[in-house]
């Protein structure tokens, strides 16, 4: 049963996007979106051709998280005391650490990967086999990566926009770094009574956790839209970029505002970057 | 392979370079400090309209409303947010549209910033960005052991003052945010900017009516 809809990932870009941000001052120093600013050259405008397409599955997502998804992670919520929440979080962060590693490594940032080894032998030793998260206290605290991001700072440009079914944003970039980084993961190779048993339930049981975290944050981005698709489009790439650029801001890069206004008669277009 | 090497030895040159501009605080210039009390005083305005329990609903958004308009560049936020259709509305159109993106604004943001009441920002650095932009980067600290929150002010000079252009929280730009939906609905309508307008005025009543059940569960 696979559970995370568009707002399951959404959400998760918003706790990564958060923990990054978090993490900015101790981490080390972090890769430069070149592919943030490829991506831009390759596109001027939204980059979404498929957009009918895409808007369906949007509003499937949406379907399927109002009648099954949002009620389970609103359950959970309820019912589940904190301390246990934050326990489920732990363990399959904890589980996640091969992937993140593998990418830490794959992408040249050799302190991140120490981070990231180190709380691995932390959290499953003394965070009794990662339901704790001792490490985040001792200065190691938790950062992510995945193979969409490691192809993006090689270059590889984020491509047209796509929504797919049940896993949300993925353009053809993390689309694919999805893919990979499932053979970077070790429960990927454990056989229960099928080989798909352990990663399914791993991937119910964290989009339900993370589509509960961001209950009213979720709520309040759809209750604030004016679109909501476009919306969630444009978080998607600014969290993505976020994420690819490891926190860093790149304040270079934004786009000219100095003689933008209503009253001159010079054609203006601000270039349209998200 | 080209691409690549190039991505990385780009890669190696400007990471560096991004720490230093980012951190090393260089020596800050009377214009940056200027910028810094300046988000000091506003961030500190803004805390304290939305911490002041005694304060109802409609008093707190009219605080707002007028640290708003005495704070940020409303004209050219409204102007950023049409993207290519800033000369797609007639006068009529654009002087609605003004008045909207105000109220929606105001709307928004009052309730999207209500998880922050009693905190406090720290300054993290300031810089300016070519005559007259300054970027002030910050974050709240919560005292609740929840980790800090990242908020970038980008400043720019307008009657011989700083006002607010655009806010990044977490590595979203606001503005950015708003323009791609607002220049999304107006495309879709093909071209027309009626369509934004209405969608506004939708959107101001479901924020209102939000805002309603959130006072309710509240109490």
Known sequence: MKLSLERGMAA??????????????????????????????????????????????????KFFDTILLKPVATWYDGVVPEP?????????????SPVILANDLLQGEWDRAGTTASRFGINTTVGLLGLFDPAAGWGLPQHSEDFGQTLAVYGTPEGPYLFVPVLGPAPPRDLTGFVVDQFFDPLTYIYWDRSSTVPLIRFAVNGIDQRARSLDTLDQIERTSVDHYATVRNLYRQIRNNEIANGQRDFDDLPDIDNLNFDTNEPNTPGMRY | ??????????????????????????????STQEAIAFVETVSEEAIAIISDKSASPEEREVAFRTLLNNNADMDRIAAFALGQYLRTPNEAQRTEYRELVENFIVKVYVTRLTDYNNEKLTILGARERGENQAIVQSEIRFTTGRQPVSVDWWLVQKDGGYKIFDVNVVGVWLAQEQRSAFTSVIRTNGGNFDALLQHLRTQIGRVEAGEDIGVTAAN
């Open chain 1, 84 to 96: 246990g929440r934050d326990s489920v979080r732990n363990f399959l962060d904890n589980l996640r």
């Open chain 2, 1 to 30: 392979m080209s691409a690549m090497m190039s991505g990385l030895s780009l890669r190696m040159l400007a990471a560096p370079l991004a720490i230093c501009l980012a951190f090393a605080a260089a020596p800050a210039s009377a």
């Open chain 1, 12 to 61: 998760a870009r918003f706790c990564f996007a958060a923990l990054l941000a978090a993490s900015l001052s101790l981490a080390a120093p972090g890769g430069v979106a070149i592919a943030q600013a490829q991506d831009i050259a390759a596109s001027d405008g939204e980059n979404d051709p498929l957009e009918p397409m895409n808007r369906y599955f949007f509003e499937l997502n």
